[in-house]
């Protein structure tokens, strides 16, 4: 089956701990995107990956990082969380060309505190 | 820089019965693609319908069909007999055509919140 998976999809943690959230896609897709969604603010894109090792900021990057190692896997990075970080996340991928549909991960909602 | 605005928070319909949602963009590019997505309660983005720019026919998938106005920047969704299972927040998303980092990404709407009473 197709899919865009991301874990954890929930998570509670406290301010400055590093985290991970992962992404995996099995649709050999070259294009893959984080976005945050907060209430009133719709989905901004955090960062972007092009294809293997090709990334970029996208519109609110500040305190994320990024890595693209495989092109199924394409990870978001919190080095020290702040609590206006807290939001609900998603992962996308798609084709580069072509339907430009993007599919999406399941999300995951994370609290800092 | 491309922005797609909601101007309505929350919709109601009764079942069965007809809802419009509104959705309005700003661009400068000539081809493009715009999107409506749905969130139930379990937060799954789902991609209800597509519109590609150069199109004139307006897209339709079963009872959603949208009203697409190029020149007036306006993308609607309609929804034909509203259902219990319509409930959901509905986003309208523009993506550019051009194959390239920053304008594959999505734009999104602010999103509007459908009821559905019975």
């Known amino acids: 089956e197709a899919q865009v998976t991301q874990n954890p999809r929930y998570l509670i943690t406290v301010t400055g701990k590093k985290l991970t959230v992962t992404c995996s896609q099995n649709?050999?897709?070259?294009?893959m995107s984080w976005y945050r969604q907060d209430p009133g603010l719709g989905l901004r894109q955090i960062y972007y990956?092009?294809?293997?090792?090709?990334?970029d900021k996208g519109d609110v990057p500040e305190g994320y990082k990024v890595s693209r190692k495989e092109k199924r896997n394409f990870p978001l990075i919190l080095e020290s969380p702040s609590p206006n970080q807290t939001s609900l996340y998603f992962c996308?991928?798609?084709?580069?060309?072509?339907?430009?549909?993007?599919?999406f991960g399941p999300g995951t909602r994370l609290t800092v505190t | 820089a491309q922005t797609v605005t909601q101007s309505q928070p929350e919709m109601s319909v009764q079942e069965a019965e007809t809802v419009t949602l509104s959705c309005t963009y700003d661009?400068?590019?000539?081809?493009?693609?715009l999107f409506w997505y749905k969130q139930p309660p379990s937060r799954q983005m789902i991609l209800v319908i597509r519109?590609?720019?150069?199109?004139?026919q307006n897209a339709t998938e079963n009872r959603f069909s949208v009203n697409f106005q190029k020149a007036a920047k306006s993308f609607s969704l309609k929804i034909s007999d509203s259902q219990l299972g319509d409930a959901a927040m509905y986003f309208c998303?523009?993506?550019?055509?051009?194959?390239?980092?920053?304008?594959?990404?999505?734009?999104f709407g602010t999103g509007t919140r459908l009821q559905v009473t019975l």
């Open positions: 996308a991928s798609s084709l580069k060309e072509g339907t430009y549909e993007q599919y």
């Open positions: 649709m050999n897709h070259e294009y």
């Open positions: 990956s092009m294809n293997v090792e090709v990334t």
């Open positions: 661009t400068s590019e000539s081809d493009y693609y």
């Open positions: 519109q590609e720019a150069y199109k004139q």
């Open positions: 998303a523009y993506r550019s055509a051009v194959v390239s980092g920053t304008a594959s990404k999505l734009t």
